[in-house]
């Protein structure tokens, strides 16, 4: 479990799975990021179950309630499309819609770089954005990410289609002499 001023950042849990639906349903979530939005509770529990058991999976959740209301991981080891290194991995994260413009993702992401930097010791961090998804843009550039290439016609399996995805990333040295996420 990982902690901000606001924030709990804890593994998923089966019981998580109705606030996940919750969320997840909204289709102005999902696609955005390349997934499909939830239809029911037991497609979130699977969800659970099949794709945020990674370790370094995390519930986003406030203090004071516990409950989820996003999500973030760091991709390590084989489970990015950005990188094969052990040295480095790949960030992804989604809030749900009543908790935007809060600040709270780079709340969680300026937690989770301090994560992969100092416990886990990673050289760089990627994170990634669709064309479009201007919150994702912005979450990134208010932490510090870095534009590195555009990657056109990019299969986005969960949705049939292809899009244009741009491509950001955060070195050690930068995290540490930035170290800001606003």
């Not at 919750?22 to 696609?31: E, L, N, Q, S």
């Not at 084989?78 to 994260?93: A, H, I, P, V, Y």
């Not at 010791?121 to 669709?130: K, S």
């Not at 930068?174 to 800001?180: G, H, I, L, P, R």
Request: charged residues 35%; hydrophobic residues 35%; negative net charge.
């Amino acid at each position: 479990m990982l902690t901000t001023e606001r924030l709990i950042l804890r593994h998923w849990e089966e019981s998580d799975a109705e606030e996940l639906f919750r969320y997840a349903k909204d289709p102005d979530i999902g696609p955005a990021a390349g997934w499909k939005a939830h239809k029911s509770v037991d497609e979130s529990r699977d969800i659970i179950k099949n794709v945020f058991c990674s370790d370094e999976a995390y519930a986003v959740c406030l203090k004071d309630d516990n409950r989820a209301i996003g999500a973030i991981e760091l991709r390590l080891n084989g489970r990015s499309n950005l990188t094969d290194r052990d040295d480095e991995c790949e960030l992804g994260f989604w809030i749900a819609k009543p908790f935007w413009g809060r600040g709270l993702i780079p709340e969680a992401t300026r937690e989770m770089l301090r994560h992969a930097f100092e416990d886990l010791g990673m050289n760089r961090v990627w994170c990634g954005y669709y064309d479009g998804n201007e919150k994702s843009k912005r979450a990134q550039e208010k932490c510090g990410f870095r534009y590195q290439y555009t990657k056109e016609n990019v299969d986005v399996v969960l949705l049939g289609e292809k899009r244009t995805e741009h491509i950001n990333s955060m070195t050690t040295e930068e995290w540490k002499n930035e170290n800001t996420c606003i």
